[in-house]
């Protein structure tokens, strides 16, 4: 079966400094990834999704980046983090079905990211 | 351009109550429709999900329906327990572009015992 993993569970930066979160999926290939952003209170917004390695699409401009160094490792990141990027980041997973479809996606257990 | 739209919350409730959680979409052709929940603290966990008009998906009591002609999807349980005590999400994703999963702003149940 297919397992999703992130890291770290919790983090807590000063703003300014760096980021980098991990996703892993076990279990399957070629999957999709997405990273998710979660702020207190309120729905989720899609970030960034690839569709295989080295392939990045970024849904909202903003201080973060991601990266696909590996078929199923997803990577979110900042240069110098800014009080506006707490919250609860999320990965997932999809099934490929083929260009522009995708199957369910299956989320990780979250990051809880706190800027002070 | 596509939408979820949810009820507010906080829905309170007692253990074995029924519960309603209305949720209503807007999109172009036949999207395929989902429930999510998060307990406190996790992650999004697939509650159930639906991909063609009339389908109902279940899953641990509960219920909802692809409603095409008044466009919801709705979730129900005849009879809630405190451990259903979460927020829960209804999403969408375009068959044309399904990359993209369109939340609802979340419901938050609480069951009082």
């Known amino acids: 079966s297919q397992t999703i993993h992130q890291w770290p569970a919790t983090l807590v930066q000063p703003v300014g400094s760096p980021l980098s979160l991990e996703c892993t999926v076990e279990?399957?290939?070629?999957?999709?990834l997405y990273w998710y952003r979660q702020a207190a209170g309120r729905g989720l917004q899609l970030l960034f999704y690839?569709?295989?390695?080295?392939?990045i699409s970024s849904e909202v401009p903003q201080n973060l980046s991601a990266s696909r160094p590996q078929d199923r490792q997803f990577i979110l990141s900042s240069k110098k983090l800014l009080l506006s990027d707490s919250g609860f980041y999320l990965c997932a997973w999809s099934a490929y079905l083929g260009t522009g479809r995708s199957d369910t996606q299956y989320f990780g257990p979250g990051t809880r990211l706190t800027v002070l | 351009g596509d939408s979820v739209t949810q009820m507010e919350g906080p829905v309170t409730l007692s253990e074995e109550a029924f519960l309603t959680i209305n949720c209503t979409y807007t999109a172009t052709g036949y999207p395929s429709l989902f429930w999510y929940v998060q307990y406190p603290g996790e992650g999004l966990q697939l509650l159930l999900k639906?991909?063609?008009?009339?389908d109902k998906g279940s899953n641990k009591g509960f219920e909802a329906t692809y409603r095409k002609e008044t466009t919801s999807f709705h979730l129900e349980k005849g009879s809630v327990q405190v451990s259903d005590s979460a927020v829960y999400f209804c999403a969408l994703s375009r068959t044309d572009s399904s990359y993209k999963l369109i939340f609802g702003s979340g419901t938050r149940l609480l069951v009082r015992p």
């Open positions: 639906a991909t063609k008009a009339d």
């Open positions: 279990g399957t290939s070629n999957p999709n």
């Open positions: 690839s569709v295989g390695i080295g392939q």
